[in-house]
């Protein structure tokens, strides 16, 4: 069964720095997770640690015991920088012909991805002209190229406006995975889409759960939508309670 599992982890990029992840334990296995904190807060280097791209590829000092078992996808914040190829349809065949298949296979994955994603009509277009969503999209193509079961993704709505970033969560919910990890601090898409939450503050997993029930009880830094500060459960309350108010006036 594909899950990502820390034990005690601790991890500075130097050694002799702050720790900038302190004591984490948490496991992942299925399901949609958010994980939630402010800038700065240690989100960025825990999704490195659950791609397995920490110490391998970022180096540092890490203690503790992690367990990744099955296939794990990452978008990284800065997706632009792994798109290696100047065509998008080049980009495709590239991650596909380094897996060793037959150029018929090539063509047929590519469409059948391409429209998965809806990104058909961009096949032949430079990468550079296309739209920061639609470069978004390339980058979740070539990543889901490669059959993972996890998928994680760092600020995924950090450049997307809200049509976008809604149109963003509808496709995560049409791909078949096992598991789905969204670190953000713009949550307002988020907390209604997430099973779980996982809240880090200054390097700690503070709390962990329900999102509405965690957050609910979270210090006021921690991002987290109007409604829940008004001890609402989603936005359709919210919209309810103003109403209501707006009639009292």
Do not use: C
Request: no cysteine; glycine share 8%.
């Amino acid at each position: 069964m594909a899950s990502i599992k820390l034990t005690n982890i601790h991890y500075r990029y130097r050694p002799g720095d702050p720790w900038i992840l302190k004591d984490i334990s948490l496991e992942i296995t299925h399901g949609k997770t958010l994980v939630v904190g402010r800038t700065g807060s240690g989100k960025t280097t825990l999704l490195r640690i659950m791609a397995g791209l920490i110490p391998e590829i970022y180096g540092g000092e890490l203690k503790g015991n992690v367990e990744i078992s099955g296939r794990v996808g990452y978008v990284p914040q800065n997706f632009d920088a792994f798109i290696l190829m100047p065509f998008v349809r080049e980009e495709l065949y590239y991650i596909l012909e380094n897996q060793g298949y037959s150029p018929s296979k090539v063509l047929q994955k590519t469409i059948e991805i391409a429209d998965q994603l809806g990104i058909k009509h961009l096949l032949d277009r430079r990468v550079d002209t296309l739209s920061i969503g639609e470069r978004q999209r390339v980058a979740l193509a070539s990543i889901l190229l490669n059959k993972p079961d996890i998928l994680l993704l760092d600020e995924p709505f950090a450049f997307l406006d809200p049509p976008s970033a809604v149109s963003l969560l509808k496709l995560l919910d049409k791909l078949d995975l096992k598991a789905i990890v969204i670190a953000e601090h713009r949550v307002d898409y988020l907390i209604e889409w997430a099973d779980k939450v996982i809240v880090v503050d200054k390097g700690r997993i503070i709390s962990q759960g329900d999102p509405v029930e965690v957050l609910r009880n979270t210090p006021n830094h921690i991002p987290k939508p109007i409604y829940i500060r008004y001890g609402l459960r989603s936005w359709r309350e919210f919209i309810r309670y103003v109403g209501s108010r707006e009639h009292m006036v």
